[in-house]
Nanobody, 124 residues
């Protein structure tokens, strides 16, 4: 499975962005796709995941109400809509795909393939 993340950019606080994660290869084997982010000097942080087949979603408390994850199975693409951006959202955002059914999808260890990341920078 190959993942291509895109959609990041330099925006102002309060703006919106939609990140995309396009999957290719053995997409029929995907169990879940997650989004993580990593700010400079900080550890990689879980943001959200979506289960590929049934669309069940989950969000970190820090992003609930502002982030929306969705998928388009026909396009093999997962989206992360980010509204009301804040400077603290500044980070490299990574998407990841897990192929095996795992209970703890908030952990980076539950994912088998990673995209290259897309930079989101929010100015105040």
């Amino acid at each position: 499975v190959q993942l291509q993340a895109s959609g990041g950019g330099l925006v102002q606080a309060g703006d919106s962005l939609r990140l995309s994660c396009a999957a290719s290869g053995r997409t029929s084997s995907i169990y879940a796709v997650g989004w993580f982010r990593q700010a400079p000097g900080k550890e990689r942080e879980f943001v959200s995941y979506i289960r590929w087949r049934n669309g069940i979603t989950y969000y970190a408390d820090s992003v609930k109400g502002r982030f929306t994850i969705s998928r388009d199975n026909a396009k093999n693409t997962v989206y992360l809509q980010i509204d009301s951006l804040k400077p603290e959202d500044t980070a490299v955002y990574y998407c990841a795909a897990g192929l095996i059914v795992r209970v703890e999808l908030r952990s980076p260890d539950s994912y088998d393939y990673w995209g290259q990341g897309t930079q989101v920078t929010v100015s105040s």
